[in-house]
């Protein structure tokens, strides 16, 4: 079993930064693509960004376009999402997931961390 650990969460202004970590327990296991997902109170959850584990090929979503970055760490098992310029629409709960194929049938979830932005 698969395990993926968030952390890095927190409470920031407006025009803040934070930076999130999601670790895999497993270093071995079936991933096609690691991505980010949130869910706001009250709203479904919605897709952040994702990176291909093979070459880096990442895809965002247009409200966090060239204020997120999602990168990998193939040694340590890890990706990240910096998140810059965050906004109180921002507030969420992100978790993140990992899919085994191009599918993008994600099969194995997060606990969800925390981020609340303050105006």
């Known amino acids: 079993q698969v395990q993926l650990v968030e952390s890095g969460g927190g409470l920031v202004q407006a025009g803040g930064s934070l930076r999130l970590s999601c670790a895999a327990s497993?270093?071995?296991?079936?991933?096609?693509?690691m991505g980010w997902f949130r869910q706001a109170p009250g709203k479904e959850r919605e897709f952040v960004a994702r990176?291909?584990?093979?070459?880096?090929?990442?895809y965002y979503a247009d409200s966090v376009k060239g204020r997120f970055t999602i990168s990998r760490d193939n040694a340590m098992n890890t990706v990240y999402l910096q998140m810059n310029s965050l906004k109180p629409e921002d507030t969420a709960v992100y978790y993140c997931?990992?899919?085994?194929?191009?599918?993008?049938?994600?099969?194995?979830w997060g606990q969800g961390t925390q981020v609340t932005v303050s105006s």
């Open positions: 990176i291909r584990w093979s070459d880096g090929d990442r």
């Open positions: 497993a270093r071995t296991f079936s991933r096609y693509a």
């Open positions: 997931a990992s899919s085994p194929t191009f599918a993008l049938d994600w099969n194995y």
